[in-house]
């Protein structure tokens, strides 16, 4: 099985914060990875695909880049509805895995 | 406008059975892949399965932790999805999310994720 490690899993910070998460794949993966994000009560929303394609009304301070093994999200300039749980999801092989989640919490 | 809507949870006995449905609207149903996805009270997300759509013959995938104990099955004709789910553990306990899985071929070569989700539907397995 190829496990994702997500880092760090919990991350405290302030509203304009640049932040990052990472996620690494125990085995190349290529590009096939997604992030999500999720509030207390709901679905996953899909911020990411491909690794670093920014899906359809998502806003332009999340990136993502990466390939292979090593995969990064970036939320520039947080704001205040982006605190939640953020999930990485690879596609690159049977099962397929998400990581273990970054909670991103409010300073 | 493109939703799915999951049902079928409840409460149940270890060693039960339960069947999830899963409806689409808004969506070209019989295109896509269908994955089943679930989150134990307080945990991270677990993926379940996958339904692949006719052009690859409907075939499935399971996770370990299922396989052989829950079946996911189709009907384009209702645009619905199902997880039929057996011999169920108390480790089964979670929100069962249904939601649609696009693989195929993005610019820059293939790629895969799940872009449409339903709201899920909780399912209690419990004495």
């Known amino acids: 099985d190829i496990q994702l490690t997500q880092s760090p899993s919990f991350l405290s910070a302030s509203v304009g914060d640049r932040v990052t998460i990472t996620c690494r794949a125990s085995q190349g993966i290529s590009n096939y990875l997604a992030w999500y994000q999720q509030k207390p009560g709901k679905a996953p929303k899909l911020l990411i695909y491909?690794?670093?394609t920014l899906q359809s009304g998502v806003p332009s301070r999340f990136s993502g880049s990466g390939s292979g093994t090593e995969f990064t999200l970036a939320i520039n300039s947080l704001q205040p509805e982006d605190f939640a749980t953020y999930y990485c999801?690879?596609?690159?092989?049977?099962?397929?895995?998400f990581g273990g989640g970054t909670k991103v919490e409010i300073k | 406008e493109v939703q799915l809507v999951e049902s079928g949870g409840g409460l149940v006995q270890p060693g039960g059975s339960l069947r999830l449905s899963c409806a689409a609207s808004?969506?070209?149903?019989?295109?896509?892949?269908m994955d089943w996805v679930r989150q134990a009270p307080g945990k991270g997300l677990e993926w379940v399965g996958r339904s692949r759509n006719k052009a690859n013959s409907y075939t499935i995938e399971y996770a370990a932790s299922v396989k052989g104990r829950f079946i996911i099955s189709r009907d384009d004709s209702k645009n619905s999805v199902y997880l039929q789910m057996n011999s169920l553990k108390t480790e089964d306990t979670a929100v069962y999310y249904c939601?649609?899985?696009?693989?195929?071929?993005?610019?820059?070569?293939?790629?895969?994720?799940?872009?449409?989700w339903g709201k899920g539907t909780t399912v209690t397995v419990s004495s």
């Open positions: 808004g969506i070209t149903f019989s295109d896509h892949y």
């Open positions: 999801h690879q596609f690159g092989g049977y099962p397929l895995t």
């Open positions: 491909a690794a670093s």
């Open positions: 939601g649609r899985d696009f693989s195929g071929q993005c610019s820059g070569g293939g790629c895969a994720y799940m872009d449409v």
